[in-house]
């Protein structure tokens, strides 16, 4: 069940354009300068990006959830200092002012990854991730089926079921 704040979220989205070759929404390639925790980055523009269709563990704002700290650093191997390509759905922002967007770094997609190694569970939050949803679930089903990442670490804890 998704929390009333992120429903309050979706509907409160800021929509985003497109202008011929690229998006409104911001950059297509940026590098990442600060890793937040395991589905948000900073990009050395300062603006941050929110991972679409991933709920990582969380390990901000007091939290320290199971798996969230190897949500955090897995996120951070993979992009930290690195320039990753940018690809928006149909909402620019979520209610923080954070770009929504699949990321990828060197030919690899992590909100994908993240899925499919149990380091996030899939949130869908329409109309964002709507051609995808189906595909994340799958990739958190095996993740589940096969006791990946936090499927194994984290039985009974799992808060983003």
């Given at each position: 069940?998704?929390?009333q704040?992120?429903?309050?979220?979706?509907?409160?989205?800021?929509?985003c354009g497109t202008?011929?070759g690229g998006?409104?929404?911001?950059?297509?390639?940026?590098?990442?300068?600060r890793?937040?925790?395991?589905?948000t980055?900073e990009?050395?523009?300062?603006?941050?990006v929110?991972y679409?269709?991933?709920n990582?563990?969380?390990t901000?704002?007091?939290?320290n959830d199971?798996?969230g700290?190897?949500?955090?650093?897995?996120?951070?191997?993979?992009v930290?200092?690195?320039?990753v390509?940018?690809t928006y759905?149909?909402?620019?922002?979520?209610?923080?002012?954070?770009l929504?967007?699949?990321?990828?770094?060197g030919?690899?997609?992590?909100n994908?990854?993240?899925?499919?190694?149990?380091?996030?569970?899939?949130?869908?939050i329409?109309?964002?991730?709507k051609?995808?949803?189906?595909?994340?679930?799958?990739?958190?089903?095996?993740?589940k089926a096969?006791?990946?990442?936090?499927?194994?670490?984290?039985?009974?804890?799992?808060t983003?079921e």
């Open positions: 069940m998704i929390p704040l992120l429903i309050a979220a979706a509907l409160t989205l800021t929509a202008d011929g998006s409104t929404c911001g950059p297509s390639e940026a590098v990442v300068a890793v937040i925790d395991g589905d980055v990009l050395d523009s300062g603006e941050r929110r679409l269709l991933v990582a563990p969380e901000t704002n007091g939290h199971c798996f700290s190897n949500a955090a650093q897995f996120n951070s191997d993979l930290l200092g690195k320039t390509q940018l759905d149909s909402q620019c922002t979520d209610v923080y002012g954070r929504l967007a699949y990321v990828e770094v030919g690899q997609e992590v994908t990854l993240e899925v499919q190694r149990g380091y996030a569970c899939v949130l869908y329409p109309p964002d991730g051609a995808r949803h189906t595909e994340f679930e799958q990739y958190e089903a095996e993740a096969g006791g990946k990442g936090l499927w194994s670490a984290c039985i009974g804890m799992v983003c």
